[in-house]
């Protein structure tokens, strides 16, 4: 939920393009029926926002490997 605000500020303020990398822990929260549609949300956003961004995402329980690369 913060990094909506931020993403969102960076957008209204027109400055998403100073942000460089997202790291996202806890990725796996995307399978989360409360929470994921936020990640995902903020994700989606920033990747057609600012293509050039890189996100790294992190999680140690991540099952799902093959269908979030594509």
Same mark, same amino acid.
């Given at each position: 939920?913060?990094?909506?605000?931020?993403?969102?500020?960076?957008?209204?303020?027109?400055?998403?393009?100073?942000? #460089?990398?997202? @790291? &996202?822990?806890?990725?796996?929260? +995307?399978?989360?029926? *409360?929470?994921?549609?936020?990640?995902?949300?903020?994700?989606?956003?920033?990747?057609?926002?600012?293509? #050039?961004?890189? @996100? &790294?995402?992190?999680?140690?329980? +991540?099952?799902?490997? *093959?269908?979030?690369?594509?």
């Amino acid at each position: 939920e913060k990094a909506n605000t931020i993403i969102n500020r960076l957008m209204d303020e027109r400055n998403l393009s100073s942000l #460089g990398l997202l @790291i &996202v822990d806890e990725l796996h929260m +995307l399978g989360d029926a *409360q929470r994921g549609a936020v990640v995902d949300a903020v994700l989606s956003k920033l990747r057609y926002a600012q293509a #050039g961004t890189r @996100i &790294v995402g992190m999680s140690a329980t +991540l099952d799902n490997i *093959q269908e979030l690369c594509s």
